[in-house]
């Protein structure tokens, strides 16, 4: 059995791309020259109080970033306040940025400070900005555009020095479109847009990663180190990732905790994982080397084909096929259709 050990000294501060690199960004694990790049951005913002605006998928990191930025800036001593969109509801949400008096409403039974306020001097970091609505939209335009605001239910007007930085995984430009977000505060929020690339096009940072997040969780849960078979990283490789960097940590510390061997194998994989290499395990797709009778090599649509078919027959749907394949439902149709293989 080959496997590969996934410690390595060199996994923290490995990256040596960006010029004088300050250490706060040692953490992000990255060769894709797309990060690379995006971190360049990153750590030259920092050294501004320029409004950033971070855009990707969920699970790329970009609240990691954020705290980078933070950490190399000159704000460092002071602090940096998440404010989750998504997850405050709207009638909550005023009060929770602005803070308000005793006695605003039913069960303000004393002042409250807002996360402007305890922001001060330092970062506010609007995760899912997308998610915000319309109606507190306005008065966020104001903030920055002013510098301040008032306490809900209070009239002194107080001034804030804080750095804001935002992130959405929505197409904010869809979302102006539909007159669902402002547009005036598009323009505020995205003075410096960093894109974070997701890990399916990231795939060289995959072993790295790996490595990184096994020392990482052995630190946190104090186990024994384990070692990661070529048959499950070639799996990794394979696998589309819709959760991004956040779903492989997940899985590696549940692959970690749940293995009792020294060597998490491919039967270790959860089912939707094992499904992407599948044809390299079934007999039944050894023949797709072998679909000329002379040995050699057919056209790719050809093995295409064949693995459609296997597909469809080993998944029974186009959505299960979808999955395994790590294409969406309506490929899946199309080809077969294209195939003539009807499901």
Known sequence: MKSFSVLSSNVKGSNGFIPNQHFAFNDIVTQNKKMKDSLFIAQRASTSNSTILLRGESGTGKEMVAKAIHKASNRSNAPFVTVNCAAIPSTLLESELFGHEQGSFTGAYRKKLGKFEQADGGTIFFDEIGDMPPEMQVKILRVLQEREFERVGGFETIRCNVRIISATHRNLEEAIAKEVFREDLYYRLNVIPIWLPPLRERKEDITELTGHFVQKICNKINITTKFFSNEVLNCFYRYHWPGNVREMENLIER????????????????????????????????????????????????????????ALKRFGSYNATGKALGITHKTVACKAKKYNLIF
């Open 255 to 310: 692959l970690m905790v749940l293995c009792a061997g020294e060597y998490i194998e491919y039967e270790d994989l959860p089912s939707y994982i094992r499904n992407i290499c599948v044809f390299e395990k079934r007999e039944g797709c050894k023949s797709l080397l072998n679909l000329n009778d002379d040995g050699e090599i057919a056209k790719l649509e050809d093995y295409e084909k064949e693995i459609l078919r296997y």
